[in-house]
């Protein structure tokens, strides 16, 4: 189950209101809590993913890919050390995928969720969404992860 | 475990590595007995890696950041990536920062083979990548060649002091 503060969570955090997404992060004390936020992130980022590189050929090769993560990378002072290249480009491949979830089993997972985290802020944010485009992708996003999660 | 007091960089390793660098790794073939133990092959990769070192020092000024490191890199996967081959990209930034001076750790554990080999692979093809942007001439090639020879000779240097001052 999905809950409404989790979105709330994942809102703040893709509105660019860092502060209240720390508060409402901080909040998250039981692991059920932040395994349902983990699975919204990923739900959404998926959704992001496909949106921006999935297209009626299939998925874009995979120069596509490097040049979207040195974009990334670029961003801000810390990216590069948020995104590892090859966790950069593994965690699209999966979303797209073209590479088997195992492929994933050597990737530390906090490093994994923060390069999900970042992500998936540079892709929604690159969308320009309206408040009403961006709650109708939180609740693609959540009803996804409610599928998956539950 | 490589014995540097018995390492040596000649004349004949800093021809082999002009014939790399002009031919590709078949102009290696004759000497492959040579580099199937680490203690023998070690003035070969002493100086492939100095050879990087040189190379990226000429294309990075003084006053390079992150993200010309990050580009370069992609640059290198991207030319790589028409012919098939991959290089990991994580290894190669790493690489280029520690042979700029911005890093003082490979990480890669010396008894990893699989990542060594990875390690070796984005070595050369950046080399291979950084000459070649160059456009290099019979002259460029031999003060280049010069120039990787005194910076392996004192690496070589350095490791016989660090083995020899435990």
Redesign the interface.
Known sequence: MITDQQVATLRAQLAGDMDEYRRLLAQMDSVQETEGFDALVTAAFFQAVQRRFATDEGPVGDAEVVKFIVAARKRTRNAAEIVPPDVGELLINLALGKVPEGAKKDVDDNVSFRAKVFLLQVLVGDEGFSDAELESFLSEAREAAEEAFT | MIDWSAVEINDEHEAALRAYLLEGPEAWLPIQDKLTDAQSAAPYVQLVQAALGVALRRRFSPTYD??QI??F??DV??SL?ESGVTI???IA?NLVRVSLGDSDRLEVAPDDVQRLQEATDATVAMLFFLVAEAQPDEAWLDEFVREAGHLARRWTAESRFDEATG
């Open positions: 992150i993200d990050i580009q890199v992609a996967r991207l990536m990991d990209p994580r930034e």
